[in-house]
C-alpha cells in the first residue's frame, strides 16, 4: 500500500509523536522519567536536560502543527522567551508591539536591560508606525497577535515583509487557528501551558521555526540555560496537542455567541473578539486566523472585582486556554507588573475584563454572566 504522509491537522496531531513503544505494543509513549542514558544509545540521548525521548515526540507533534521543520521545547512560555533573547547580544535592539504580554515586557525592561539588550515600543497594530521599524533596523521585531489582553490583530505577513527577523508569540491563537511561519514569520513561539496543553495541569513553552541557524540558537539555549521541561510535563502536553483541534473548535464556537450576547448588554462599555465585525481589525483578523479563539475582553461599567466574585463557572484566576472558563482583572493580576501610566496608555483601564471561555455548554456559561451583571 502507498504510504501517504497525512495532511489533516488533527490526523497528525492524533498520529505524529507515537513512536518509542518497543515490543510492548503500547499505543500510546511512556514517560521516560530518566536523568541519563546509557553512553553510546543508538537514539543518542545523553542527559535529559539535552534531551529525552518525550520531548523528542513533543517536538516532532509540534513542528507537524506548526508547519515548521524544527521545534524546540521549554519549561514554560517564559523559558521559550528567554531562549530567544538569551540568543541575542548586548547591543541589539527587539522592536516589539507596545501591548506585549506582560511578562514580557518586564523581562525586556527587568532583565534582559540589564545586560544591553535593548527594546523600543510601538502600537503595530497602525501600518503607519511601521517606518519606526525600518528606522531602528532591529535584530528582532517581537509580535504577539492576538495580543493580551486587548486582542489587537497584528498584520504578520505585513510586518515580516519589512524583511527583519519575526518572532510571533502565538499563544492565544494556537496553531490550529494561526500558523505564524506560513504568513513569513522566522519563529512561533507558544506558552503551551495555554491552549496547545489545554487542561491547566502544566507549563511548557515551544519555539518553531524553518531556520536551522534559529533552531540550533534554541537547541543550545534547552540545554545550556537548562529551560527543559519535565518529561511528564512534554508527555502531557502531547496528550493534550491530539484535542487541540477539537477544543479550539469548542472555544470558538462559545466565544463567539458570549461575544454577541455581551455587545448588547447596558452594562458592558465595549466588547473586544477578533471575529466579531465591531473589532477594529476585523477583516484581518479573518485573514490571518481561521478561528476567533476563545478569549473576550470588555470594559465593563461598574465594579469589577464585585462581578467577577459574583461569577460561580468563570473562576478568578490567572492563565487561559484551558478547558474550564476562567475570567481575569488584568490591571491587578496579569499587568500588576505594567506601570499604570504605561498600562492606560495602553487601553489597559481599572475596569478591563479579560474571560477565558472555556468548553462548557455555552448556555450555562451565559447564564452565569447574566447573573453576575
Ligand atoms: C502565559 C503567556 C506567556 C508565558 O507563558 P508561561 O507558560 O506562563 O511561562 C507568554 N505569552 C503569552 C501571550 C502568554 O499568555
Known amino acids: 500500500m502507498k504510504k501517504n504522509k497525512p495532511t489533516g491537522f488533527t490526523t497528525r496531531a492524533v498520529h505524529e509523536g507515537r513512536g518509542y513503544v518497543g515490543s510492548t505494543g503500547a499505543v500510546m509513549p511512556p514517560v521516560y522519567?530518566?536523568?541519563t542514558f546509557a553512553q553510546g544509545n543508538p537514539d543518542g540521548f545523553d542527559y535529559t536536560r539535552s534531551g529525552n525521548p518525550n520531548f523528542r515526540l513533543l517536538?516532532?507533534?509540534?513542528a507537524t502543527l506548526e508547519g515548521a521543520a524544527y521545534a524546540t521545547c521549554?519549561?514554560?512560555?517564559?523559558?521559550?522567551?528567554?531562549?530567544?533573547?538569551?540568543?541575542?547580544?548586548s547591543g541589539d535592539l527587539v522592536f516589539a508591539e507596545e501591548n506585549i504580554y506582560g511578562c514580557t515586557y518586564r523581562m525586556f525592561e527587568r532583565v534582559f536591560g540589564k545586560f544591553g539588550v535593548r527594546a523600543q515600543y510601538a502600537d503595530l497594530s497602525r501600518p503607519e508606525n511601521w517606518d519606526q521599524i525600518s528606522a531602528a533596523k532591529p535584530t528582532l521585531v517581537w509580535l504577539e497577535s492576538p495580543t493580551n489582553p486587548l486582542l489587537k490583530i497584528l498584520d504578520i505577513a505585513g510586518i515580516s515583509q519589512l524583511g527583519f527577523p519575526v518572532v510571533v508569540d502565538n499563544t492565544f491563537a494556537s496553531p490550529y487557528l494561526q500558523?505564524?511561519?506560513?504568513?513569513?514569520?522566522?519563529?512561533?513561539l507558544s506558552s503551551t501551558t495555554k491552549y496547545v496543553n489545554g487542561h491547566s495541569d502544566c507549563l511548557g513553552g515551544l519555539v518553531a521555526t524553518n531556520d536551522l541557524t534559529w533552531h540550533k540558537r534554541m537547541v543550545f539555549a534547552q540545554k545550556?540555560?537548562?529551560?527543559?521541561p519535565s518529561p511528564f510535563d512534554a508527555?502531557?502536553?502531547?496528550?493534550?496537542?491530539?484535542?487541540?483541534?477539537?477544543?479550539m473548535e469548542r472555544h470558538c464556537a462559545n466565544a463567539l455567541a458570549l461575544a454577541a450576547w455581551l455587545e448588547k448588554q447596558p452594562r458592558v462599555k465595549w466588547v473586544r473578539y477578533p471575529f466579531l465585525p465591531s473589532h477594529p481589525q476585523h477583516t484581518l483578523a479573518k485573514r490571518q486566523m481561521s478561528g476567533g479563539s476563545g478569549i473576550i475582553t470588555i470594559e465593563l461599567d461598574g465594579d469589577v472585582l464585585a462581578f467577577c466574585?459574583?461569577?460561580?463557572?468563570?473562576?478568578l484566576a490567572e492563565s487561559l486556554g484551558g478547558v474550564e472558563s476562567l475570567v481575569c482583572h488584568p490591571a491587578t493580576m496579569t499587568h500588576a507588573g505594567v506601570p499604570k501610566p504605561v498600562r492606560e496608555a495602553v487601553g489597559i483601564t481599572d475596569n478591563v475584563v479579560r474571560f477565558s471561555v472555556g468548553i462548557e455548554d455555552v448556555a450555562d456559561l451565559l447564564a452565569d454572566i447574566e447573573q453576575a451583571l
Open 235 to 247: 508527555w502531557l502536553t502531547t496528550r493534550g496537542q491530539r484535542t487541540l483541534a477539537l477544543r
Open 33 to 35: 522519567l530518566t536523568s
Open 179 to 188: 500558523r505564524p511561519l506560513a504568513l513569513g514569520a522566522t519563529l512561533s
Open 74 to 89: 521549554f519549561a514554560s512560555g517564559v523559558s521559550a522567551i528567554t531562549a530567544v533573547v538569551t540568543s541575542l547580544k
Open 309 to 315: 466574585r459574583k461569577l460561580q463557572l468563570f473562576t
Open 224 to 228: 545550556a540555560l537548562g529551560l527543559q
Open 59 to 62: 517536538e516532532q507533534s509540534a
